[in-house]
């Protein structure tokens, strides 16, 4: 997408452009939800190497997109961002405490660090339950993503921010395929479900990404901090759950190409249309 172009058609508020981020991640994210109504049975390879195409893309966008920029907007100081980064990756660290690790819901294993609370209940509602649980542990690794694409337009810099919003709209794509395959896993066996899960853990990154563009643009001091914090979430989602999910079942090759290619295809959005 031209930036002149979006600039022209969404107008110089980067509040508005940030809004605009979210939705078309979203809709992609919804894209790749909608898979599961056409492509009723993907096979665990599959989804292991889509689900490394999008670990790819955040990996490489977290730095052309995030870091890098970052430290360009302190004038080469990279503690600000580094700090971010900290942040973030603790953010999620905690937050993970919470809910159960995504990989575990994916494979229905238990984690080993904790009995699942749903262990004592009846066969229904345990797997409600686990659905609930499911449900709030992908819209928490939705939020980064929503965080900087808002974050991206909040700097400023549209030539930085669209590419960054194309690539973790891609991402999503597969993302969302894997939330539905993964919501039917959990319990919600109706395509109908498993639809309005992807759809819900798509709309988490609107508001963050309207949130993002906001503060930053209010408050420049934060840009470098807010970069580095939704990039340092974005490597803890990468590292501590897709990664493991997608190297659990014997399809590591797949999945590492599957990497290698999302970071060839951010790489080129960045160059191309930065």
Same mark, same amino acid.
């Given at each position: ?5 979006? *600039?022209?058609?969404? %107008? ?7 809004? *605009? %981020? ?23 390879? &599959? ?8 670990? /790819?893309?955040? #990996?490489?966008? $977290? ?14 100081? @990279? +503690? ?7 942040? %973030? ?5 905690? =937050?993970? !405490? ?17 009995? $699942?609370?749903?262990?004592? #209940?009846?066969?229904?509602? &345990? ?9 709030? &542990?992908?819209? +928490?690794?939705?939020? @980064?993503?929503?965080?900087? *694409?808002?974050? /991206?337009?909040?700097? %400023? ?5 669209? @590419?960054?919003?194309? =690539? ?19 319990? #919600?066996?109706? !395509? ?7 759809? !819900? ?6 508001? +963050? =990404?309207?949130? /993002? ?10 840009? @470098?901090? =807010? ?21 659990? !079942?014997?399809?590591?090759?797949? &999945? ?19």
């Amino acid at each position: 997408m031209d930036t002149e172009l979006f *600039v022209r058609l969404v %107008g110089e508020n980067v509040v508005v452009q940030g809004f *605009v %981020g979210g939705l078309v991640i979203a809709f992609m994210n919804l894209t790749g939800a909608l898979l599961v109504l056409v492509w009723r049975d993907p096979s665990e390879r &599959a989804l292991d190497s889509a689900l490394g195409f999008a670990a /790819g893309v955040m #990996l490489a966008a $977290s730095f052309t997109s995030l870091i890098l920029p970052g430290i360009d907007a302190t004038g080469g100081d @990279p +503690l600000p961002v580094l700090f971010g980064v900290v942040l %973030g990756a603790l953010f999620l660290d905690q =937050a993970d !405490r919470l809910v159960p690790h995504v990989h575990y819901l994916f494979t229905g294993q238990k984690r080993p660090d904790a009995a $699942s609370p749903a262990d004592s #209940l009846p066969v229904d509602t &345990a797997r409600l339950s686990s659905a609930i649980l499911f449900i709030l &542990a992908i819209t +928490l690794h939705n939020m @980064p993503e929503g965080l900087a *694409v808002g974050v /991206g337009f909040g700097s %400023g810099q549209p030539e930085t921010a669209i @590419p960054l919003m194309l =690539a973790i709209g891609i991402q999503n794509i597969p993302e969302g395929l894997a939330v539905s395959i993964a919501a039917i896993n959990a319990g #919600l066996d109706r !395509r109908f479900y498993a639809v309005l899960t992807g759809i !819900r853990s798509g709309l988490v990154e609107i508001p +963050l =990404a309207v949130f /993002g563009a906001w503060a930053v643009s209010i408050a420049e001091p934060l840009l @470098p901090y =807010a970069m580095g914090f939704a990039a340092g979430a974005m490597l803890f989602v990468i590292s501590d759950e897709i990664v493991p999910e997608t190297h659990t !079942r014997g399809h590591e090759r797949v &999945a590492t190409l599957g990497t290698m290619a999302g970071v060839v295809v951010m790489l080129y959005l960045d160059v191309s249309l930065g």
